[in-house]
């Protein structure tokens, strides 16, 4: 079936280190994948998307990598920040026009 | 600009009642979604819409029912809470297809 999931649940990093965020997708013919940030109390906000023709795509501080031949997607995020902390989801578009979010990592920041 | 908006943004119901999740967007958005969140989960989709007139079933769509008869409003309805819906509820929408979604805040409901 179609599935999402996330091969760290936490993940405590010292303020000014690079953070990676991995996910797992189960569904080949996904095509679209997505990346967002939640907040306590607040939905969840977009940070990155990379479609299934590229491997690499890359924003402020953050990189999104996409290995099909594994179906392994990360997020990267440089010089974390303490306001960097929070639940971060990856989401895919499944053929079949759903987002299926995985469970989530919930990223700590040492000050 | 509002983006998307959810009322109310919380609720308390009595197993067996019903209520109506409201969700509007101003973006003109064709894709529009809704999903719940349990404490430490992810979100899980329970019906979403490519387009006016058009619904279809997520992972979770039993015991709630959806509309679409405009491209702006998107309720959810429970037609009889029980427990097991008390969860906090999110309405997203999107341009269209493969692009980026964008969240309201919530609402939590509660079903005692």
């Known amino acids: 079936g179609e599935s999402v999931g996330l091969h760290l649940p936490t993940l405590s990093v010292q303020e000014g280190d690079n953070s990676i965020i991995n996910c797992a997708y189960s569904?080949?013919?996904?095509?679209?994948f997505i990346w967002y940030k939640q907040e306590s109390g607040k939905g969840p906000q977009f940070i990155i998307d990379?479609?299934?023709?590229?491997d690499k795509r890359q924003g402020q501080r953050v990189t999104v990598l996409l290995n099909k031949t594994v179906k392994h997607l990360s997020l990267q995020i440089a010089a974390t920040q303490p306001g960097d902390s929070a639940v971060y989801f990856c989401?895919?578009?499944?053929?079949?026009?759903?987002?299926?979010f995985g469970p989530g990592t919930s990223l700590s920041v040492i000050p | 600009n509002a983006g998307v908006t959810q009322t109310p943004k919380f609720q308390v119901l009595k197993t067996g009642q019903s209520m109506t999740l409201q969700c509007a967007q101003d973006?003109?958005?064709?894709?529009m979604s809704w999903y719940r969140q349990d404490p430490g989960m992810g979100l899980r989709l329970i019906h979403y819409?490519?387009?006016?007139?058009?619904?279809d079933q997520g992972e979770v769509p039993n015991g709630y029912n959806v509309s679409r008869s405009t491209t702006e409003d998107f309720p959810l309805r429970l037609l009889s809470a029980a427990p097991s819906q008390t969860s906090v509820y999110f309405c997203?929408?999107?341009?269209?297809?493969?692009?980026?979604?964008?969240f309201g805040q919530g609402t939590r409901l509660t079903v005692v």
């Open positions: 997203a929408s999107s341009f269209r297809l493969n692009t980026e979604a964008f």
């Open positions: 569904n080949s013919a996904s095509d679209y």
């Open positions: 990379i479609r299934s023709n590229m």
């Open positions: 989401a895919e578009e499944t053929s079949y026009d759903k987002v299926i």
């Open positions: 973006m003109n958005h064709e894709y």
């Open positions: 819409s490519v387009g006016a007139g058009i619904t």
